[in-house]
Nanobody, 124 residues
Framework: QVQLVESGGGLVQAGASLNLSCTDSKRTFSNNGVGWFRQAPGKEREFVAG????????SYADSVKDRFKISRDRYKNSVFLRMSNLKPDDTAVYYCAAALRASFSRSTSDYRYWGQGTQVTVAS
């Protein structure tokens, strides 16, 4: 069974960068599509970025396009989210999730496994 652990969040100033990591401690999600989502206080959880099983297909929310980059290392059973030029609106708890298929989805309902989340706070 997939067990995801996120890391890399923190408190940064606007314009800074952060690298989030999502690791599957059970070493089983290398064939799954993976998505990064975020949830700000009082808001719905929203799609941020997704990557398919081999990294050949990626997609981003319009709000983060050209600032965030998703990648994966299948041998390390990890997926990464490089976040640049962070803005206060990026403040949220960030979650990674693994789908039950090789492709990713923008819908939370298509994901079976979720990490516990990592807090990202961007100060203005």
């Amino acid at each position: 069974q997939v067990q995801l652990v996120e890391s890399g969040g923190g408190l940064v100033q606007a314009g800074a960068s952060l690298n989030l990591s999502c690791t599957d401690s059970k070493r089983t999600f290398s064939n799954n599509g993976v998505g990064w989502f975020r949830q700000a206080p009082g808001k719905e959880r929203e799609f941020v970025a997704g990557i398919n099983w081999n990294g050949g297909s990626t997609s981003y929310a319009d709000s983060v396009k050209d600032r965030f980059k998703i990648s994966r290392d299948r041998y390390k059973n990890s997926v990464f989210l490089r976040m640049s030029n962070l803005k206060p609106d990026d403040t949220a708890v960030y979650y990674c999730a693994a789908a039950l298929r090789a492709s990713f989805s923008r819908s939370t309902s298509d994901y079976r496994y979720w990490g516990q989340g990592t807090q990202v706070t961007v100060a203005s």
